[in-house]
């Protein structure tokens, strides 16, 4: 028998939600929130709105692939970023995703496009790493919570370091990464990045409250 590949190109509609604050007057900072595997747009958003000072944009990105869970109640509609098969094109379109939001929103004359940050939970955590390790330009800063970084950091040829500003955090009780994964994924990044930092949580597999009061801090920094 003879498995045969055949290629089609196919139209993905990618969708995000956007919130601006009320008179802007200026360019403002940009944050690109991107859930994990199994949430939505809308969660990230509302995760955003609580972390951006008042003066940011936030563009809230989904996944294209749905997954259905089911519930109590019947069952729920998440996304995920990935799939079994040709992750790389996956990356590829998350890389795409982002470009094209900044491009959208550079060219409306919303945003700075020497302030734009992204935060991610989860799986989108290494997505995010991918993005700013290939495009170390575009970025002012990155956020990564409960997630890991890309496995062929140490490999891939493409990847060159970025001086955007980073800050991973994880916790202590996490249900799908280890404590000795977090300390290699965080002793790999501090030594790669020049303007690193971490911190350890008590929490499990979760954006706590106490997360969210350090990651404003951290957004608020001049």
């Not at 196919?10 to 900072?29: G, S």
């Not at 496009?113 to 799986?123: A, L, P, T």
């Not at 990045?193 to 009061?213: C, F, G, V, W």
């Amino acid at each position: 028998m003879q498995q045969i590949d055949l290629t089609q190109k196919a139209e993905i509609n990618l969708y995000y939600d956007l919130w601006v604050p009320d008179e802007l007057a200026d360019a403002a900072p940009l944050l690109i929130a991107v859930h994990g595997y199994g949430a939505h747009k809308r969660y990230m958003l509302r995760e955003a709105r609580l972390v951006a000072p008042d003066n940011f944009v936030i563009a809230s990105i989904q996944a294209p692939h749905p997954h259905f869970r089911s519930t109590p109640d019947g069952y729920r509609v998440g996304y995920g970023w990935l799939s079994d098969q040709k992750s790389e094109e996956y990356v590829r379109l998350h890389h795409k995703f982002v470009l094209d939001v900044i491009a959208k929103l550079a060219s409306d004359g919303q945003i700075d496009e020497h302030r734009i940050y992204i935060y991610g939970f989860s799986q989108a955590c290494a997505l995010d790493f991918r993005f700013a390790f290939t495009y170390p330009e575009v970025l002012a800063g990155v956020i990564g919570v409960c997630g890991g970084i890309p496995g062929d950091l140490e490999t891939n040829e493409i990847y060159r370091p970025f001086a955007a500003k980073t800050f991973y955090l994880y916790g202590d009780d996490d249900e799908f990464y280890t404590q000795e994964q977090f300390a290699g994924f965080n002793r790999k990044l501090s030594e790669t990045l020049p303007n690193y930092r971490s911190k350890h949580y008590a929490a499990k597999h979760e954006i706590t409250q106490e997360m969210r009061d350090d990651i404003k801090k951290f957004l608020a920094e001049k």
